[in-house]
């Protein structure tokens, strides 16, 4: 039976991974990869972890569209409340149901509510529950919508979160309350210890850029009411997705960048004093990253993801709880949880390889035993495949103009079907070493590459490993994360450059070492990595200086890439990346500075075109892509039409910086696959 496309985009993701107070039950959310309607479809379930395999749905329910997503254990354990859109299409409602799932959920916010609630949390004693939304629209708004007299002031009428709490007694009332609704926007909080006040953040706006330019104010608030009291401003981003804040003590713990000048920087634990009001850099962010946190199960005590290099360490603030050789998975959406007591202690986590998807584990740290809690029906087929052996290359930075030298890591993920017939097209299948290649470049810039069943975008890398035709190789380049500060720092006002050139250098090792053959390499990259794909296109055979390469690209494919640097901090929406990483902003240099032009490919096709050097080129663009304007890509599209290079540019329309939708996602699959063949083989 073949991997198709199909199977790999309806393979779930797991994500809300909860242990439960006792610690010995786990809920969790499943979703595929590729949603199929109008709607995401989002599944609960429930695991013993002293069973392997005995994930099990936790509602009976499961015969509607419903979007099911971040449970939470009643602090008694005898409840789970959770997000969903059951009753009304549309609706984001905190709702309730017993740990058993036996009966019918019932809504605990109103369902006529349309607005979406970013996080909730219980009160430590399970009465009362905060959450964050935006207010609904007014009767105004609605009216004037309804008469098409809406007109939008730019900047205007912002949707602020408000922080708000109902109690869980009150279900069927829908009896909510709001402690903070001044025009600010609230990012996240954390309940006191206590549960007499709530701990929380805001921002000027909503956006993305607002933290990044302007920082995050702290405050604490009675849950009674009353005014907020301010304790101190952090002068740039703070990591707010999963658990933003965790308070114990009189101290309030976070993840923040470790350059707090800097809005782009390797990420640390922060601890703030609420008796002094001042904080402090605690622990990591020196070699490592520190990735999430949490409050651990049974003691309290916190607990904290880190990304070092390649692998990961569950830590507390003084010992190592967990090591693992490969990323736990989506830690932005809590892919992990924590127990601890005096007789045990255990981390639940979400995990997967390029060649199988997420399952949820279990590992006991006391022996280090692992059991594997899910048994998804789409892994199957998958772990009989056994898609790829998997390798780490490495190599040296140049060191070019006295720049610190690091080392530099990329895998190499070469495919390893024992049966032919799983291979698609095998007439025409080939083996290597060397490899024909596809370079799959990460975003961000401050993300990595490791194995996992997501690495790049859009699962794209099992997609290829599945045809038993190429290798992909995955390069880590200055600038990526869990690498440390002076790593993260060394892309700042070098953009296009030193990422550019490490990815070359590690290439060149992997031509050195014959798994890649240089004759046929295309390069595939998404967001940043989309960037440096149309990079790779017009300096196809040069490294950034121009110093000229051995081989060359074949093909170059761009998802929502952005081709010029200036255009970027125009139209983007984190212009401040863009100063940190490019040098300069287009409102802030001379007139005749051309900093934002070192690293935007549209400024060196002219000189790629008189040299014959540019390959074919393959773009893709989301229609409503508010991260980097679709316009990006077609301008690369326009000024490749204009010198008559080879170019194909897709649009999907409803898709934004990441698609979702399964019928797209195949699409993109099977383009990108068909592309590859032309030019590789």
Known sequence: MSITSEAIVDSLKIEGVQLSPCGLRVVYSTKPIGRKGDAMVSTLWIAEVTKEHSARPLLKDMSGDYNDRQPRWSPDGKKIAFLSNRGVKGACVVSLVSSEGEEEPRPLTSARCKEQISVFDWSPDGKKIAFLSPDEKSEEQSEKEKTKDDAIVYGANEKYNRLRLTNVTDVGDNIVKVLFAEEKHVSTFAWSPAGDDIAFTTHEDSGMESPMSKGVHFYTISASGGAAASICFYPTEMQQFGRGLVWLEDKIYFIGNTAVEKPYSAKALYELSLKDKTFALKRFGESNCARAMTSMKGSGALAIMIGDNLHEEVHTLTDVLLSV?????????????????????????????????????????????????????????????????????????????????????????????????????????????????????????????????????????????????????????????????????????????????????????????????????????????????????????????????????????????????????????????????????PWNSDAYDLTGRRGSAIWMMKNAVQEKRMPPVLLFHGAQDYGVSPDQSKAFWRACKYHETPCELVLYPRESHGFIERQHIIDLHSRVLGFIEQHTL
């Open 325 to 585: 050789d490969r990323e736990i998975d989506d830690t932005m959406f809590l892919g992990w949880d924590a127990f601890e007591s005096p007789s045990v202690s255990h981390i639940a986590y979400s995990q997967s390889s390029v060649s199988t998807p997420a399952e949820l584990f279990v590992t006991f740290t006391a022996d280090n035993t692992t059991r594997k809690l899910s048994n998804n029906d789409s892994s199957s087929l998958f772990h009989e495949a056994e898609l790829a052996q998997m390798q780490t290359i490495t190599c040296k930075t140049d060191g070019r103009d006295g720049a610190p030298v690091f080392d530099i890591y990329a895998l190499f993920a070469s495919p390893t079907i024992s049966d032919v017939s799983t291979a698609p097209d095998t007439s025409t299948r080939t083996r290597g070493p060397p490899w024909p290649t596809v370079v799959v470049v990460h975003g961000g810039p401050y993300h990595r590459s490791v194995d996992s069943f997501n690495a790049g975008s859009h699962a794209m890398v099992p997609a290829l490993l599945a045809t038993g035709k190429y290798a992909v190789f995955l390069p880590n380049y200055r600038g990526s994360s869990c690498r440390g500060a002076a790593f993260a720092a060394a892309i700042r006002g070098e953009a296009g450059m030193v990422d550019y050139d490490d990815i070359l250098s590690l290439v060149d090792e992997g031509i050195a070492h014959n798994l890649i053959d240089p004759r046929r390499i295309v390069v595939f990259g998404w967001s940043w990595g989309g960037m440096l794909s149309m990079l790779a296109s017009v300096r196809s055979g040069q490294d950034s200086a121009g110093n000229s390469k051995s081989w060359r690209w074949r093909g170059a494919i761009s998802g929502a890439g952005s081709s010029d640097g200036d255009m970027a901090a125009l139209t983007a929406n984190m212009y401040s990346l863009r100063e940190a990483t490019m040098g300069a902003l």
